[in-house]
């Protein structure tokens, strides 16, 4: 019998758009979730269907050895801040949305929450282009619950109780990260939520493997060049835009993290990504390879021996006159 971790990935970092992940192999640390690499089951189909309302990934999972092999799988959701510019986002909804079927079966699984602060610079100051420092155990030894470290995704405690018992927390760790901070300031902070279950995978076989979310949608109220730029807008989209009487508009994002598809023991043999869109919207993402317009509100993706290099990041432009 074989024993790992794998990790189905819902990894990212809650901004502009959120990210959500394809399945990895993974293990929890202290630190939180890491990656390894799978050399014993591949993915022989992956049907990916994104939308602004669900993500349902369908997967065909094979076995490669002659032996059973039973894991402990992990769906890390992204991290998400304890302060927001807005509230377009349900985050409460997004956590009871997350549903899983193995072979046609729904299961149940396991929720875990970690939390993090802000790494800093070498002058003590927030550096907000590094990753965020996991400080799970520190708060937990101060007496914070999983329900309170879970408050930035529930919202259903004052920050400012919580504000203060991060900042009574005599953990060095703690003490270090909120050291840019005055007993008055407002501290921030995120907290990931992560699933988890138990999972066999018979000898020589193909397990089916589903689960469905909502997903957590951005936004801006400007669509200016450089976000356009990184989302490959088309002439005929630019046109589109130049037909409306604002043409930077409002718009929507969401991102899904591919690469970890790249971590199993082959490259994903059939992997097909079908996009919706609302009427009357334009969508525009990066893709090297065809995108086939199926119907009024649909797109396909579809390659074979599929190893992903690249991430999917997709805007929504509702079409105003």
Known sequence: MIKKILC???????????????????????????????????????????SKKLIRVEYEFKNLTPHNIHENILFPMPKVGNSRESDFANTEAFINSFKVKVNQTPIDVSVHVRAFLPALNKKGEIDWKKDSIDVTQELKKCGLS???????????????????????????????????????????WEAQVIYN?????????????????????????????EVAKDHCIDQSFKNALNKMSNQNPPYMGLGYILKTGANWAKPIGNFNMVIERDKNELISLCWQGNIQKINATQFKISEKNFKPTEDVDIIFVPILK
């Open 197 to 225: 279950w138990q999972q066999g995978f018979k000898a020589n076989s193909v397990t089916h493997v589903e689960h469905q979310y909502r997903p957590l949608v951005g936004g801006s109220v400007y669509l200016d060049d």
């Open 8 to 50: 189905f990935g819902l990894v990212g970092v809650f901004t502009i758009s959120c990210l959500s992940a394809n399945d990895s192999t993974g293990y929890v640390a202290t630190g939180g979730v890491a990656y390894i690499k799978n050399p014993n089951i591949s993915i022989q189909k992956e049907n990916l269907f994104i």
């Open 146 to 188: 999983d329900q309170e470290l879970m408050n930035p995704w529930t919202q259903k405690i004052s920050d400012e109780i919580l504000n203060q018992r991060i900042f009574r927390c005599q953990q060095p760790k703690v003490q270090k990260l909120i050291k840019p901070y005055h007993p008055d300031d407002f501290i921030y």
